[in-house]
């Protein structure tokens, strides 16, 4: 079972911007989907970003034009640059492989993004 672990979070003033990374602890290269989830206070969990292995990107509406998914395979890393962030991007921030209604791996603990002036 591979172990993820979120970083990056904090406290950002709206317009701002911050760079998440999740480090996992087994390989990624063969897996064709890594992906960005975030959840709000009250809300489900949704995907609102994801990145193949040739580094085809999709996104979710909200966050389209503003959010970056790269990975990094020989590090097993994955980011998401965040620019532009607004009030309703505060959530806590996780990574997974999505696969199809679900997810490859457990949840790791998350990292808690905040944007507020």
């Known amino acids: 079972q591979v172990q993820l672990v979120e970083s990056g979070g904090g406290l950002v003033q709206p317009g701002g911007s911050l760079r998440l990374s999740c480090a996992a602890s087994?390989?990624?290269?063969?897996?064709?989907?890594m992906g960005w989830y975030r959840q709000a206070p009250g809300k489900e969990r949704e995907l609102v970003a994801s990145?193949?292995?040739?580094?085809?990107?999709k996104y979710a509406d909200s966050v389209k034009g503003r959010f970056t998914i790269s990975r990094d395979n020989a590090k097993n890393t994955v980011y998401l640059q965040m620019n532009s962030l607004k009030i309703e991007d505060t959530a806590v921030y996780y990574c997974?492989?999505?696969?199809?209604?679900?997810?490859?791996w457990g949840w790791g603990q998350g990292t808690q993004v905040t944007v507020s002036s």
């Open positions: 087994g390989s990624i290269f063969s897996i064709n989907a």
């Open positions: 990145a193949n292995t040739f580094g085809f990107a």
């Open positions: 997974n492989a999505p696969m199809g209604v679900g997810v490859i």
